[in-house]
Nanobody, 124 residues
Framework: QVQLEESGGGLVQAGASLRLSCAAS????????VAWFRQASGKEREFVGG????????LVADSVKGRFTISRDNAKNAVYLQMNSLKPEDTAVYYC?????????????????WGQGTQVTVSS
């Protein structure tokens, strides 16, 4: 069982940066893939980025490529989502999720553990 907690969300202006953190309740290195998803009001939850257990494979969605970066610090049981050049369309609740290694998948149904989410609002 893994408990996840997101932090770092907030209200920012377009063009600003935020770093989201996902803290795990137990050691996740090597054993769990961690991903970030987001859900805007009235829309389906979508994949943002995912990282392998060892951190050697990191994927991001095309919609955020070049602006968002995912990383992890296994010594701290934490995964991060660095978001730069934020746009109003990035406004959503951001969730981190975990699944058994090794594949970094983009579908919500493959992730077993979920955090409660953190709100990111980008004003124009």
């Amino acid at each position: 069982q893994v408990q996840l907690e997101e932090s770092g969300g907030g209200l920012v202006q377009a063009g600003a940066s935020l770093r989201l953190s996902c803290a795990a309740s137990r050691r996740t290195s090597g054993a769990y893939v961690v991903a970030w998803f987001r859900q805007a009001s009235g829309k389906e939850r979508e994949f943002v980025g995912g990282i392998s257990g060892a951190g050697t494979i990191a994927l991001v969605a095309d919609s955020v490529k070049g602006r968002f970066t995912i990383s992890r610090d296994n010594a701290k049981n934490a995964v991060y989502l660095q978001m730069n050049s934020l746009k109003p369309e990035d406004t959503a609740v951001y969730y981190c999720a975990a699944k058994d290694a090794p594949a970094v998948l983009r579908t919500t149904t493959t992730y077993v553990y979920w955090g409660q989410g953190t709100q990111v609002t980008v004003s124009s």
